[in-house]
C-alpha cells in the first residue's frame, strides 16, 4: 500500500515537474522516468533493504565502520582524520546528493541549468550578490593559508565521488530523472559555496529601504519608531557585564552627508519573517544533576530534504554527534565527549551599499575621493537549460559588486549600487567546525571561533568541566554611529569601514553569575558595549521568555529543557491583547453581532498558550494583521520599499500613546485614535475568520496557520507535507510559523556519561519513496526526542546494518 500511494502522487509531481520547466525542450523524458528498470519505480525503497556490507573506496588509508542505528543515523569510526571524511562525504552523498548538489547549484547561480530560463533572475542575483566569487576567494585562500583544511576538503570530495561513480543510473535520486540530468563531481569549492550559501540565508540589511523611510518620515520620527536599544533590552550577553578591554578608536567624520534621492529599485529579497534561532546554556548550579546541559533549535524554512543531516563522527582524536550540513564537514550544532555548542544568527549589519558615479556608460572608471579608479568586469556565463547561455557583465568595485543598475532590477539609467559585505572577504568557517568537533575546553572553543567570519553567530557552549559561555562571534566592522544604517556616497572614503573590532572585543560571557547564557537573535549587549552595533531585526520576544524561565527554574532537567524548546506562550498576546480588549470593551463591545460576541469571550478567557487544538491564537493573529496594517498601511507606496516598524514598537505606540496622531489616517475627515483602529480592525478579523469558519469548519490553530514543510523544489507538492499539526508561531519559543520553525531541536547534559536527544522535521533519507524520508516528522511535530547518545564501535543496540569501508 505504501509503494501504491507513493506511485499515485508520482502522476501529479510528474506534472508539476513539467511545469516547472515551461518550455518545451527541458519536458522530462516520461519514457525514462517509467523504464522499471532505471526509472521512478528504482527509487520506491528503503535504505535498509539496499544495505551492503563492504563498499570500496581507493585512497582509504584505513578500515572505516559505519554503523547505522534504527533511525537510520550513521556513526563513523575511522582510524584518521582523512579517512573520517572521506567516508563523511561518501556515506552524506548515499543519502543526501540531490540536495547537496542543488542546493550548491542554487548559492552558484545555475538553477536555470536544471528548470530553464524561470530562475534566470534569481542566478542573476546570485551571481551580482558574489557568493560563487567569494567562494573562489575562500578557497584560494585556504589552499595557500591551512593546507590542512584543504586536504579534509580533497577527502570529502574524493568520498562524494566514489559515490557518484558507483551510482547506478536506475538508483539515480528522483529529482535527477523528473528534471533529466545528472550528477556532477563534487570538489572542495562546492563546500565552500554552501557556507557561503547559509551567509546569504541568514544575512539581512535593509540599508535602501531605510534610505526611502528617512526621506518619507525624517529623522526625528525615524529615530523614535527605530531605536538602536528596544525599552526592554535582554540582549545576549547579560547587562552586568563588564567590558574589560581598552576599545579602538573610531573617527567621526564632521559633515556625513549621505545620497538623499529617493530609491526606486526591486530590493532584494529578505530572510523570511520568523527565521532565527534559540540557544542557551544552564550552570550545574541549577540543574538537579549537577551538570551542564546546553540547548540549541535553529528556526530556518521547513523543507525537506532536512537542511540538517544527523550522524556520529568518531577518530582517535574525538567523537562528536549532531547536525551536519550536507556538504560541509564535521558537526555543526552538537557535542563530542567533553563539550557542546550550538548556533543562533547574530543579525548583525555585515552587507553595506554605496552608490557608485562611474564616468560614462562604459563604466570603465569611477569616482573615488573626487579620482576616476579602474573598475574590474566579472562575465557571468549563466546557462540555461534548452536555451542559450546569458552573458551577464558584472561591474566590481573596490567596494564590490555593482547589484543594482541600469541592466538589474532598476528603473533608471543612472542607479549604480555597490554592495559591501563580510562575507565577499577571505575566511575559512570550515576550520572552526573541524576545531569545535575535538574541542576539550573553553580554550579550544574560543580558538576555534577566531577563524569564523560570516554569517555572524552567537556560539553557546558548555564542557564537562562545569564552563557555560556564549560568544557573539564574527568579522564585524568598526563603524562609527549610524554607518551603514542608509545608503552611502561611494566616492566619500569617510564612508569607509575603520578597520574590524578584534575577535577579544566580539561580545562574550563565560561563567555568569546568573547561572546561564542564552541567545535568541536578539540585540547582543546593553549600550554600556564600546562598539556601534546595528541590526533592523532583532528579537523582542523569545528572548525575554528563555531568560525569565531560566531565572525562575531550578534543579532543571533534560525534560524541562526539552519543554521550554516547544514552549507555546506567546508574550506578545499576553503583553498587547489585554490593551486592545480594554479599547474595545470600553466603546464598541455593545455593537458586536452574535459571533464577533463569541470571539471576543474566547480571546477574554485565552491563556496565551498557542497548542494545535485552540482558536484563539488564529483570532489574535489576525486581528493583529489587521490593527498593524491599519496603522502602517498608509506609509506604503507601490514604487518604493520602505520597512515598517515592528511589532514591538507598534505595541509600545498603542500602550503608551492611544491617542498619537500616528494612529490618524490623514486622508479622512475625522481625527483617528488606537481606539478607532482597534475597532475596525476588530470588525475585519471577525469577518475573515466567520468566512474561514464557513469555508474550512473551524478556526483551530494548526488548520489555520498551515504549517508546511516543502520540497526544496516548491512544485514538488507530493514531495511535501502540510497542514501539519503543531502549536507555536512566530516570536514564540517554539516558533514554527507556516513555513519555517525549528529545523532541529537538539539536548545534551554533560555529565559522567553525555546524554543527549535530538529531533528535525523529516528523515535522514533525501528520498520520497524511502520509509526515512518523514520518520521523524511526528514526533517534531509533537515536541517528542530520539536518543542521540555517543555510541561505541562495537554496541550491538539497536543497529539496523553495518557496513565496512576500505580501499
Do not use: C
Not at 556520529?312 to 549532531?322: M, R, V
Amino acid at each position: 500500500m505504501r509503494y501504491f500511494g507513493f506511485l499515485l502522487a508520482f502522476s501529479i509531481t510528474l506534472a508539476l515537474g513539467v511545469a516547472l520547466s515551461l518550455q518545451i525542450g527541458s519536458i522530462p523524458p516520461i519514457g525514462k522516468l517509467l523504464d522499471p528498470h532505471r526509472g521512478f519505480w528504482q527509487n520506491a525503497y528503503s535504505e535498509d533493504q539496499l544495505k551492503e556490507e563492504e563498499i570500496n573506496i581507493p585512497g582509504l588509508t584505513g578500515t572505516v565502520k559505519v554503523v547505522y542505528d534504527e533511525n537510520l543515523i550513521p556513526h563513523i569510526f575511522a582510524e584518521n582524520e582523512e579517512d573520517l571524511y572521506m567516508v563523511q562525504g561518501y556515506v552524506t552523498a548515499q543519502h543526501r546528493l540531490w540536495q547537496m548538489e542543488f542546493q550548491t547549484m542554487a548559492a552558484a547561480g545555475r538553477v536555470s541549468e536544471i528548470v530553464g530560463p524561470v530562475a534566470l533572475e534569481l542566478d542573476r542575483m546570485t551571481r551580482r550578490k558574489g557568493l560563487p566569487y567569494s567562494a573562489e576567494i575562500s578557497e584560494t585562500y585556504i589552499q595557500n593559508n591551512y593546507p590542512d583544511t584543504y586536504t579534509l576538503l580533497v577527502a570529502y570530495a574524493e568520498g562524494v565521488n566514489q559515490y557518484i561513480q558507483n551510482l547506478k543510473e536506475s538508483r539515480l535520486p528522483i529529482e535527477y530523472k523528473i528534471l533529466d540530468y545528472k550528477p556532477e563531481n563534487w570538489n572542495p569549492y562546492k563546500s565552500l559555496l554552501l557556507l557561503k550559501y547559509m551567509a546569504d540565508m541568514l544575512v539581512n540589511d535593509r540599508d535602501l529601504e531605510y534610505t526611502n523611510l528617512r526621506n518619507q518620515i525624517g529623522k526625528e520620527m525615524m529615530d523614535r519608531l527605530y531605536p538602536e536599544f528596544p525599552a526592554e533590552n535582554d540582549p545576549v550577553i547579560e547587562a552586568e557585564r563588564i567590558w574589560d578591554f581598552e576599545p579602538l578608536e573610531i573617527e567621526v567624520p564632521e559633515d556625513i552627508v549621505y545620497p538623499e534621492e529617493d530609491i526606486f529599485v526591486k530590493t532584494l529579497p529578505q530572510p523570511e519573517d520568523g527565521i532565527g534561532s534559540n540557544n542557551w546554556a544552564v550552570s550545574g548550579s541549577k540543574t538537579k544533576n549537577g551538570n551542564p546541559i546546553l540547548a540549541n533549535d535553529p528556526h530556518l524554512s521547513l523543507n525537506l530534504p532536512s537542511l540538517w543531516y544527523s550522524m556520529q563522527l568518531t577518530s582517535p582524536s574525538h567523537s562528536s554527534k549532531g547536525a551536519t550540513l550536507p556538504g560541509a564537514l564535521g558537526i555543526i550544532s552538537g557535542f563530542n565527549e567533553d563539550i557542546a555548542w550550538g548556533v543562533t544568527n547574530a543579525t548583525r549589519d555585515t552587507r553595506d551599499w554605496y552608490a557608485i558615479q562611474f564616468k560614462n556608460d562604459e563604466r570603465i572608471d569611477y569616482l573615488y575621493n573626487d579620482q576616476w579608479i579602474p573598475s574590474n568586469f566579472r562575465l557571468e556565463e549563466i546557462k540555461i537549460k534548452g536555451e542559450p547561455s546569458f552573458i551577464d557583465s558584472v561591474v566590481y568595485t573596490h567596494h564590490g559588486p555593482v547589484v543594482y543598475d541600469k541592466n538589474f532590477r532598476a528603473n533608471r539609467q543612472d542607479v549604480n549600487f555597490s554592495l559591501k559585505w563580510t562575507a565577499h572577504m577571505e575566511s575559512n568557517e570550515q576550520l572552526t567546525f573541524l576545531l569545535l568537533n575535538k574541542a576539550k575546553n573553553h580554550e579550544d572553543y574560543i580558538l576555534a571561533l577566531n577563524n569564523y567570519t560570516s554569517p555572524a553567530q552567537n556560539f553557546v557552549f558548555a564542557s564537562k568541566s562545569g564552563d557555560i559561555a556564549m560568544k557573539v562571534q564574527g568579522r564585524f566592522p568598526l563603524k562609527w554611529e549610524g554607518q551603514g544604517k542608509f545608503l552611502m556616497d561611494g566616492n566619500d572614503p569617510d564612508f569607509e569601514w575603520k578597520g574590524f573590532i578584534p575577535n577579544e572585543h566580539n561580545p562574550s560571557t563565560l561563567n555568569p553569575s546568573r547561572g546561564f547564557v542564552s541567545s535568541a537573535n536578539q540585540h547582543s549587549t546593553d549600550p554600556s558595549y564600546p562598539y556601534y552595533i546595528f541590526d533592523n531585526s532583532f528579537e523582542h520576544y523569545r528572548n525575554r521568555r528563555i531568560n525569565k524561565r531560566l531565572y525562575e527554574m531550578e534543579n532543571i532537567t533534560i525534560e524541562d529543557m526539552m519543554a521550554l524548546q516547544f514552549d507555546n506562550f506567546h508574550l506578545h498576546a499576553s503583553e498587547i491583547l489585554p490593551v486592545m480588549l480594554d479599547l474595545l470593551t470600553n466603546e464598541n463591545s455593545e455593537q458586536l453581532d452574535l459571533k464577533a460576541k463569541k470571539y471576543l469571550k474566547q480571546l477574554q478567557e485565552w491563556n496565551y498558550y498557542t497548542f494545535p487544538n485552540q482558536e484563539e491564537p488564529a483570532l489574535f493573529h489576525t486581528w493583529w494583521k489587521h490593527f498593524s496594517d491599519g496603522v502602517w498601511s498608509k506609509w506604503e507606496q507601490s514604487e518604493k520599499s520602505i520597512v515598517l516598524p515592528n511589532k514591538y514598537e507598534t505595541g509600545r505606540l498603542l500602550i503608551n500613546f492611544p491617542d498619537d496622531a500616528l494612529f490618524d489616517n490623514p486622508e479622512t475627515e475625522v481625527i483617528e485614535t488606537a481606539s478607532d483602529i482597534v475597532w475596525s480592525s476588530f470588525q475585519a478579523m471577525s469577518a475573515e475568520i466567520n468566512e474561514w469558519e464557513e469555508e474550512k469548519g473551524g478556526y483551530s490553530w494548526a488548520n489555520f496557520k498551515g504549517t508546511s514543510i516543502m520540497h526544496l523544489v516548491p512544485n514538488f507538492k507530493s514531495f511535501s507535507y502540510t497542514n501539519i499539526y503543531t502549536g507555536g508561531g512566530r516570536g514564540i519559543l517554539n516558533a514554527t510559523s507556516e513555513r519555517s520553525g525549528a529545523s532541529w531541536r537538539f539536548v545534551v547534559e554533560l555529565g559522567e556519561e553525555n546524554k543527549a536527544f535530538g529531533i528535525y522535521p523529516g528523515g535522514q533519507s533525501g528520498n520520497p519513496g524511502s520509509k526515512y524520508y518523514n520518520n521523524f516528522l511526528k514526533k517534531w511535530a509533537n515536541g517528542e526526542y530520539v536518543n542521540f547518545d555517543l555510541r561505541n564501535e562495537n554496541g550491538n543496540e539497536n543497529v539496523l546494518f553495518t557496513t565496512i569501508f576500505e580501499n
